[in-house]
């Protein structure tokens, strides 16, 4: 790795700072190699701050940037390093890398690409993996996005520099009717990832939004997943999931337009915090490499990541409208017009195993959907 890369690498790692000299000893470099460094991170928009006597400190920057995410996906790799085990000890458990993703230090820049502008980066994806030469666990990122696409039809609100957005290739290797749970997996990424950089709870309204709670205590959505199927042209089967995410980073109520405003929310306003959208990206797909590598043909896999699902699951027990097919509109349970779409009124009774909605009507009948949308009843 150039010195560059290692200093960002250091800085990335370190909460306090570091001094010059430290760094170079580290690095085996002279300390002006480390000035250079640090002169041409600034030059990229590395906010890097420095006082005398204590050294340099990476603060937070909304650059966009892969080697960003990828310093903090190795910084997440080794905190998550298990334990050697003493003597006849348990196996480690969790294993990078795994079903051909590269995990190993220095490997991840290469499958992340950051665009600075793109109509969507699921099409982006979709169109590179048409013409073949992308792996599972490539990630497209891109600052804003033109065209951005929301589920069943709609569009998907990108204002550069306010929000992430990235797609995420995936190899199935199970049958597509197992299509909701990978979508559910992708929700629970999102949610240990949103945690895990805010400290707050995330919460999932089926099957795919991500919600926070505003200071009212209401929750608003703050995020949504789309997972698209890619047909390879010539054999008709689908040969790869792309799994799109959005979610709100920064940005108040006056950035978001009229029609979502006051269901929407971003996860700085939710939580009083700033957020780094590199540490962001890196701790969803960092989580999303272990969801995709499970086994969704194993009965207690599919059981253990449903009881997760159902712990951020905001709808059990609630009263619900279910959109049989709300195809179209303008947003979750609005027309064109913004006015209500006609929903039926259910209470939903559980997440099934495959990830369904299991709901009971107001006659006591019950029905499981697997597709469709649903409005939280006040
Ligand atoms: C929804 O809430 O309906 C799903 C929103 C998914 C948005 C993301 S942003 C990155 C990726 N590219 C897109 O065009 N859409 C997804």
Same mark, same amino acid.
């Given at each position: 790795m150039a010195v560059r890369d290692d200093v960002l690498q250091i800085l990335s790692e370190r909460e306090t700072a570091v001094s010059g000299e430290e760094m170079a000893q580290m690095l085996s470099v002279s300390r002006a190699a480390v000035w250079k460094a640090i002169n041409s991170l600034r030059?990229?928009?590395y906010n890097i701050s420095a006082a005398t006597n204590r050294g340099y400190q990476l603060c937070e920057s909304n650059v966009l940037s892969a080697r960003m995410i990828a310093a903090h996906m190795r910084s997440i790799s080794e905190r998550r390093l298990p334990e050697p085990p003493a003597g006849d000890g348990e196996p480690p458990h969790f294993v990078h890398g795994a079903h051909g993703v590269p995990g190993v230090h220095g490997e991840e820049d290469s499958r992340l690409q950051v665009l600075g502008s793109?109509? +969507?980066?699921?099409?982006?994806?979709?169109?590179?993996?048409a013409l073949g030469g992308v792996e599972a666990g490539a990630v497209v990122l891109a600052d804003e996005q033109t065209a951005g696409k929301g589920r069943l039809g709609r569009g998907f609100h990108s204002p550069g520099s306010l929000g992430l957005y990235m797609s995420y290739l995936m190899k199935?290797?199970?049958?597509? +009717?197992?299509a909701l749970l990978i979508t559910a997996g992708a929700a629970v990424a999102c949610a240990r990832a949103v945690r895990s950089v805010t400290g707050k709870p995330a919460a999932v309204k089926w099957v795919n939004d991500i919600y926070m709670k505003s200071a009212a205590d209401e929750y608003r959505k703050a995020g949504g997943i789309l997972t698209e199927a890619v047909t390879n042209f010539e054999s008709g089967h689908i040969d790869s999931v792309i799994i799109g995410i959005g979610i709100n980073c920064t940005g108040v109520e006056d950035d978001l337009p009229e029609d979502i405003r006051g269901r929407a929310i971003s996860l700085a306003s939710s939580t009083g915090k700033n957020v780094d959208r590199n540490r962001l990206a890196a701790e969803i797909i960092k989580e999303l490499d272990e969801i995709t590598a499970l086994d969704y043909d194993d009965e207690p896999v599919r059981r253990t990541l449903i009881d997760e699902y159902k712990k951020y699951s905001v709808v059990t027990g609630r009263d619900v409208l279910i959109h049989k097919n709300a195809y179209g509109g303008a947003g979750p349970g609005l027309d064109d017009g913004g006015d209500p779409l006609p929903g039926i009124a259910a209470r939903v009774l559980d997440i099934t195993a495959d990830g369904g909605l299991h709901v009971a009507y107001p006659d006591g009948a019950e029905e499981i959907f697997t597709t469709g949308e649903i409005t939280l009843r006040i």
């Open positions: 030059g990229e928009g793109v109509d +969507s980066t699921n099409e982006e994806l979709k169109r590179q993996a199935p290797r199970c049958d597509l +009717s197992r």
